[in-house]
């Protein structure tokens, strides 16, 4: 699977820290930083919505799909 998280792309877009979305969302700031490294198996719906809330903006701007690269496939 070669699914990407621009997570980070979109904090720095909103000039928002991890902190602030992390306390806004109601997760931890490791468990935001695993899921901006890729590091996660999933993501409930209700957190992707609850991050999209806050940076105003679709799933699609913080998950996207690329061609190969490998992963659980």
């Not at 209700?46 to 701007?61: F, V, Y």
């Amino acid at each position: 699977m070669a699914i990407i998280i621009n997570l980070d792309v979109m904090l720095a877009k909103r000039k928002l820290k991890s902190k602030e979305l992390s306390s806004y969302v109601g997760i931890t700031e490791q468990n935001l930083s695993l899921l901006k490294s890729g590091k996660v198996r999933g993501i409930r719906f209700s957190t992707l919505d609850k991050i999209c809330e806050r940076l105003g903006c679709q799933p699609g701007d913080i998950l996207e799909w690329r061609e190969g690269g490998g992963g659980d496939g």
